[in-house]
């Protein structure tokens, strides 16, 4: 029976306690013998013990790996010359020179209580962000100029094929769910600023085209400052929304703010030979070691981490595990006894990865 390697980077923060709460319910789901983790070092912690946020050898090793595994990664006084954050560089580089070119974004409304929008019904809010992942404003990273001080310059990135491939992938997505809430509408939203800048013209334009090989999806069109209204406003009418890198950036913390916050927001980072898993989280240090991060974010990347390998490889027992853990949440979720307090509740990551685990027994 095949092993599936996880290449597991704990990395800072809260990182390891989360990691290590989904490897369990992972593990819990899978058996002992379908999965084996790794442990590799990296972000800011090892940065500052190594001077390596991330070594050739963890990166070879993550190319070799069926997939991998992530915390979090970042200490804000962790820092470059530059005044740009050393951790994130850890899945930084790991999503450029892996080419995860979609991160994919569900954000899933639990328990209408968890959002603060007003009169959310059950349901009422269930979609995906896929954010491009490998170009547009992000591309600059590490580049630009400084003159003297003076003049700092930044350059959006936007290619015809990083469009078309993330724009598909987007299309391909929509054809799998049910629709939006609102009307049940498989629906492709692309967001954009295509009435001021030309990148994001383009961008559109080479959606648009895509978009002809897909008449069986409704497509919609939203510029980047509206659409966080209709997001907060509206947001049942939402079923897969495609973004350039900065503005999939912002509107995914928005989205995952109207169903809860962050603790309920996994993500993955997909490419066409490799996938990271992830909470779209940061490394919250301020409560990392205390017992009250939420894992649960961290738990739904790892079901995704398994459904996506259970397509890849078509191993059922992989697409049921991965079920297993989205229906334990589901119901602990829906129990309303042991809450994460990013919910409103007072349970520890402990207590509720306890409680996921007891309710997939
Ligand atoms: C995210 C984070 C990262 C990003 C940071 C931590 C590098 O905000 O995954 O959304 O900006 O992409
Ligand atoms: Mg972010």
Redesign the pocket.
Known sequence: MKKFEIATLEGDGIGPEVCRSAVRVMQQACGTQLLSFTQYDGGASCYKKSGEVLSEETFQACSQADAIFHGAAGLPDVTYPDGTEVGNDLHLRLRFRLDLYANVRPIKLYQPQFSPLKNVRPGGIDYVIVRENTEGLYSARGGGNNLRGEVVTDTMVMTRKGIERVVRFAFELARKRNGAPMDDKRRLTVCDKANILRSYAFFRSVATEVAQHYPDIALDYAYADAITVHMVKRPDFYDVIVAENMFG?II??LGAATVGGMGIAPSAEIGDHHGLFQG?HGSAPDIAGLDVASPLATILSGAFMLRWLGDRHQHSGLIEAAQRIETAVESTLAENKVIPRDLGGLAGCKAVTEAVCSNMR
Request: net charge negative.
């Open positions: 950036d995914s913390d779209a």
